[in-house]
């Protein structure tokens, strides 16, 4: 596991203050997805993580540009939905170096 990270989350009822890092459980060409847990309940969770582009270089790739978009757009698009299909948004924080969003498995009604 790694560092304990500090948060604010986004109109969530069981706001996530601390969470865990674990193992990874997948990635893409720009985004990787971590276990996590929620240092406060206990509770698993997964991490999307998308790293923020900081050299130039990063700045004029478009397709990492879009990814860090993407991200962003997917979780204003979570905060809206409640289904018991569609995994359950638990906040989005913004690093020095990374964009988290922070899903549950489940849903809590």
């Given amino acids: 596991m790694k560092a304990i990270w500090i948060i604010s989350v986004d109109d969530c009822a069981a706001a996530i203050s601390k969470w865990v890092q674990g193992g990874l459980i997948g990635e893409g060409t ?4 971590y276990t996590a ?7 698993m969770i997964a991490v999307k993580q998308v790293k923020i582009p ?6 004029d790739d478009s397709r990492r540009m879009t990814a860090v978009e993407a991200l962003k757009l997917e979780s204003e698009a979570l905060k809206l939905l409640d289904h018991q299909n569609v995994v359950r948004y638990l906040g989005f924080e913004e ?8 899903v549950l498995a489940s849903v809590c009604h």
């Fill in 54 to 59: 900081r050299t130039e270089d990063d700045r």
């Fill in 37 to 43: 847990l929620n240092a406060a309940t206990g509770e």
């Fill in 30 to 33: 720009y985004g990787k997805v």
């Fill in 95 to 102: 690093t020095p170096e990374y964009l988290n969003m922070l």
